[in-house]
């Protein structure tokens, strides 16, 4: 069993930033590759980013690259989005996710087996 605990949300202007924090216990999360997904009200769960599992390649949604940063800290057993010029359409719960099966990044959310609980991100215009 994995536990992922989401952090680091709140409220914040346009153009600023924010960075989430997801801290893993349970299991060691390098050998896991990780993603972040966010949901606003009334619409699917999206991808965001994922990070392989030594963190040295990523992968971003279009919606986001050049914006967010995804990175790992497999030492402290914790995942992080790095969120930069933030934009009202940002607006969503974020959530942390585990895949402990695959061997490369992907945007599919079935193929993540855990799930955090999720941090709301509210950005105002």
């Known amino acids: 069993q994995v536990q992922l605990v989401e952090s680091g949300g709140g409220l914040v202007q346009a153009g600023g930033s924010l960075r989430l924090s997801c801290a893993a216990s349970g299991r060691t999360l390098s050998t896991y590759v990780m993603g972040w997904f966010r949901q606003a009200p009334g619409k699917e769960r999206e991808f965001v980013a994922a990070?392989?599992?030594?963190?040295?390649?990523?992968y971003n949604a279009d919606s986001v690259e050049g914006r967010f940063t995804i990175s790992r800290d497999n030492a402290k057993n914790t995942v992080y989005l790095q969120m930069n010029r933030l934009k009202p359409e940002d607006t969503a719960v974020y959530y942390c996710?585990?895949?402990?099966?695959?061997?490369?990044?992907?945007?599919?959310?079935?193929?993540?087996?855990?799930w955090g609980q999720g941090t709301q991100v509210t950005v105002s215009s």
């Open positions: 996710a585990a895949d402990t099966r695959s061997w490369s990044m992907g945007r599919d959310r079935t193929v993540y087996d855990y």
């Open positions: 990070v392989g599992r030594s963190g040295g390649t990523t």
